[in-house]
Antibody, heavy 120, light 110 residues
């Protein structure tokens, strides 16, 4: 059974960079059949798509975050990562890593989510 | 990109049916049959319930169904059960090659 697990600091200071890692188990991140991505959900709000990456390295980002976001893949470790720079309180959210099948538009696997709070 | 519009809350009694609407534009919901619905219980990750407007993943009860007309998609839950009480979110692919979500609907089973 595929499992995704987010890890990283739960508290980030304003103007610093948020860094999260998603470890994939029960399946290979190198499969060309899937895209791996990040979605965040602010407290009490709806989800927001952040971006996706394919094992080939191709990335797709939300235009509203594109200037601050980078998603990368670490195939030997079967992990992918999110970096979000110049964070503010508006970036406080639960961050989920997800899987999307290629040529589909839905996320079939989600991590349990990790709360990241931006505060000094 | 604006979020899709959902009612903030709906309610129903056990055994009844409810429908949750999700209104977008001709650039997202109306443009593609790529609407999906997710169920989220408190403190849990979203769970895929419907994909591509009306398809159910393996293991999802046939009490859950989806449809679309124009720029509005709908999720219907029939034979309401206590465990259906949760937040529900719709999502759509967009003509900008991005994804947009709804603000969520809280379902209360009376």
């Amino acid at each position: 059974q595929l499992q995704l697990q987010e890890s990283g600091p739960g508290l980030v200071k304003p103007s610093e960079t948020l860094s999260l890692t998603c470890t994939v188990s029960g399946g290979s991140i190198t499969s060309s059949d899937y895209y791996w991505g990040w979605i965040r959900q602010p407290p009490g709000g709806g989800p927001e798509w952040i971006g996706n990456i394919h094992q080939s390295g191709t990335t797709y980002y939300n235009p509203s975050l594109k200037s601050r976001v980078a998603i990368s893949v670490d195939t030997p470790r079967n992990q992918f990562s999110l970096r979000l720079s110049s964070v503010t309180a508006a970036d406080t959210a639960v961050y989920y890593c997800t899987r999307r099948r290629a040529y589909s538009a839905y996320r079939d696997y989600w991590g349990q989510g990790t709360l990241v709070t931006v505060s000094s | 990109q604006s979020a899709l519009t959902q009612p903030a809350s709906v309610s129903g009694s056990p055994g009844q049916s409810i429908t949750i609407s999700c209104t977008g534009t001709s650039s997202d919901v109306g443009a593609y049959n790529y609407v999906s619905w997710y169920q989220q219980h408190p403190g849990k990750a979203p769970k895929l319930m419907i994909y591509d407007v009306s398809n159910r993943p393996s293991g999802i009860s046939n009490r859950f169904s989806g449809s679309k007309s124009g720029n509005t998609a709908s999720l219907t839950i029939s034979g309401l059960q206590a465990e259906d009480e949760a937040d529900y979110y719709c999502s759509s692919y967009t003509s900008s090659s991005t994804w947009v979500f709804g603000g969520g609907t809280k379902l209360t089973v009376l």
